[in-house]
């Protein structure tokens, strides 16, 4: 019996932390210097239902130097356009921070 309560646990315990939202549009716009990246999800509540709210996530291509110096290689980190000035390695981790603020997953 105490076995199969410590089995109920962990999968109640991983049931609630799963991120679960779906993926509403991804594309890439724009060109060298003015490349970006842009995911918006749709969050799900803690029931598992699609929520009506949205995370918009975006993310720049990351350049140094000025005028014909500049060079644009790489991305920056990706970010949650509520919160811009937080940035997140994946757009998953975005995602899940901003359903997360939203009070849903």
Same mark, same amino acid.
């Given at each position: 019996?105490? #076995?199969?309560? !410590?089995?109920?646990?962990? @999968?109640?315990?991983? =049931?609630? &932390?799963?991120?679960? *939202?779906?993926?509403? /549009?991804?594309?890439?716009?724009?060109?060298?210097?003015?490349?970006?990246?842009?995911?918006?999800? #749709?969050?799900? !509540?803690?029931?598992?239902? @699609?929520?009506?709210? =949205?995370? &918009?996530?975006?993310? *720049?291509?990351?350049? /140094?130097?000025?005028?014909?110096?500049?060079?644009?290689?790489?991305?920056?980190?990706?970010?949650?356009?509520?919160?811009?000035?937080?940035?997140?390695?994946?757009?998953? =981790?975005?995602?899940?921070?901003?359903?997360?603020?939203?009070?849903?997953?």
């Amino acid at each position: 019996m105490k #076995k199969l309560f !410590t089995v109920f646990a962990i @999968i109640i315990a991983a =049931t609630m &932390s799963a991120n679960a *939202y779906q993926v509403m /549009s991804s594309k890439e716009i724009g060109k060298d210097d003015a490349k970006n990246q842009n995911v918006v999800v #749709k969050c799900t !509540t803690e029931l598992g239902k @699609i929520s009506n709210q =949205t995370c &918009s996530l975006r993310r *720049y291509v990351k350049c /140094s130097g000025t005028g014909t110096k500049k060079t644009c290689n790489g991305w920056q980190g990706w970010r949650d356009l509520r919160n811009p000035e937080k940035q997140y390695s994946d757009w998953k =981790t975005a995602a899940n921070a901003c359903c997360r603020a939203m009070g849903l997953r």
